[in-house]
């Protein structure tokens, strides 16, 4: 038995046929600053992955007459002059897929929570072609952000782009957290790319997203301020394949780039040490289609391809409120609306601090229920003609019983637009306020109490009116006009008979 075993291993050696497989090495010539240029790969093609010999994962970015230009992912500091360098044969990808739901990842898709190794089999590229128009379909389903001012005033739709725009510290983040919040048990998938934040900030973002149990169906991709410009670069391509693995899956996609001011800012540092020529701003010719490629995957896909959708929501910070300058202007004009926060407003206390004026949804309003189109129409117009009244009213002169009415009004519809942080409002509940402030329920109730009625009319309808609103939430409609009347008459008459006796004592 030995004999025959040996004997077919003899044969089988005598029979083989051995192949040459020449395989593409190049040969660093320089490296510094997370760039090393390689000669040597003269097949090598853009966007394909490099092998250095510590490890670490390279991208081509740049292909010259006698060399190539690699962005390095990873540690570049023990990389030398002279070493060895292999092509993978393949395009920058990341591993995609549900074993990557509440955790915190890198750009490559490496776990950075100490969770331990990611389960999943899929990769997909970094770059992919955005579907085409007959592949699309038009924006017709809300993407609830349970912000009132966003859902009346700018409503976002599934499968839209709508920008996040205004100077630091003015909540833009916030907003974008609670958006996510507000998608529990709404069967959508979000992905929070933090890109140049500080790493404690990310790790207070994921606190807040496991005390509202949002990390079950969230992805956290980090590019921290201290990664390298490549990193910071590629992360928002990364979290991209990630929702387009999902989309095409059939599911819906919620996903921030915060920011993306701060991308371009490590694409300019990134190209200029790749000796790119640079343009305005020392920015890049190619820095439009570096945003736009990217946005322009984010679609509704039309039924027969699953109906499903990624929604993308860029941050974008703006330097003393100058939305003309170069990046701002850039991503305004790929997105499909913006949503224009303000410092002023923010420092006296509107919060969110959203400017109803700059403020816009390109394509949200198709996708708004009808019930809050009824009692959010005047919104915006209130909040004009308030502003406008307020500048006007400063002057000190006499102001006529209409102005003074108008002043009050928008006094109050700037306290309804009020909301604390991470308290989301479900569709029914704000359609239920934008009623009463409508309707003159309000027009009673002293402006400081504003904010105590709205809470305790939500405890009201919770207790006794639960079914009004599952079918105002089921239906997106006003049903029964005369209920709602009703209770809010009696509620209304109720509270305000308690806030004078309170006022008395």
Known sequence: MMEDNKQ?????????????????????????????????????????????????????????????????????????????????????????????????????????????AIETSKTRPIEADAPNIMDRQSVSEPMQTGIKAIDSLVPIGRGQRELIIGDRKTGKTTLAVDAIINQADKDVICIYVAIGQKESTVKNIANVLEKHNAMDYTIIMSASASNTSSLLYLAPYAAMAMAEEFMYDGKHVLIIFDDLSKQATAYREMSLLLKRPPGRE???????????????????????????SITAIPIVETQGGDISAYIPTNVISITDGQIFLESDLFNNGVRPAINAGLSVSRVG??????????????????????????????????????TKKNLDKGERTVEILKQSAHVTIPVAKQVVIFYALAHGYLEQVPVEEVRGYEKALFEFFDTHHADYLEELTQTGLINDEELLNSALTAFTEDYLSVYHVAEID
């Not at 009808?370 to 502003?387: F, N, P, W």
Request: glycine residues 12%.
């Open 8 to 116: 077919k291993l003899i044969n089988k050696i005598q029979t083989h046929e051995f192949k040459d497989e020449p395989e593409d090495i190049g040969v660093v010539t320089y490296v510094g600053d997370g760039i090393a240029r390689i000669s040597g790969l003269n097949s090598a093609m853009y966007g394909e992955m490099v092998l250095f010999r510590n490890n670490s994962v390279g991208m081509i970015q740049n292909l010259n007459t006698d060399e190539v230009g690699v962005i390095v992912f990873g540690s570049y500091h023990d990389i030398n002059d002279g070493e060895l360098v292999r092509r993978l044969n393949r395009v920058m990808e990341v591993p995609v897929g549900d074993g990557l739901l509440g955790r915190v990842v890198n750009p490559l898709g490496e776990p950075i929570d100490g969770l331990g």
């Open 365 to 402: 309003g198709s996708a708004q229920r009808k019930a809050m189109k009824q009692v959010s129409g005047t919104l915006r117009i209130d909040l004009s003609s308030y502003r406008e009244l307020e500048a006007f009213s400063q002057f000190g002169s006499e102001l006529d019983d209409i």
């Open 282 to 308: 020392a920015y890049p010719g190619d820095v439009f289609y570096l945003h736009s490629r990217l946005l322009e995957r984010a679609a509704k896909l039309n039924d027969d391809l699953g109906g499903g």
